[in-house]
């Protein structure tokens, strides 16, 4: 049910290469009681200053890296649990909206084990955000930028 809270899984939106998989998001279990969340989201921070995209490798091969931004954050999490406990709407499958893809949330406990809850949709599949609201309120206690390399190898 629980399992160590890890961004570093090759099935978070970028392939790490670290053979990691974590689980897919589920409902919050009954009985579990997490006391801080980790959020992580792409940012645009990446390493290559010399402007050829190589990482100042030298051999042109044009590779980059961006942002894999982890935030930890703590505080009163019952607006939290409460939002990311909403059902989500039986789907309607006419229907289809284009949005952005929310970050990855963990909810975690004491120990570091957590898991990844699912974010409640509406009938067309359209997340809805008061789960990311009520996790953006909370104080941010630490930001870690890991750079991910992406491009040609």
Known sequence: MLEPATCLADNLGASLGTGVLVSEPKPIPDGFTPTHVITFDFGTDGDDNDNDNDN???DGRGDHTIGWV???RR???SAVLSAFRVPSDPRDPSCMTDQLVPPTVWLVDDQGYGMRPLVPQGTCGQYRWD???AVNTLPVTETIVHQVSVGAR
Request: charge should be negative; hydrophobic fraction near 25%; proline fraction near 0%.
């Open 75 to 77: 505080g009163d999490l």
């Open 131 to 133: 789960a990311i609201e």
């Open 56 to 58: 100042g490798r030298g």
């Open 70 to 72: 982890e935030q930890h």
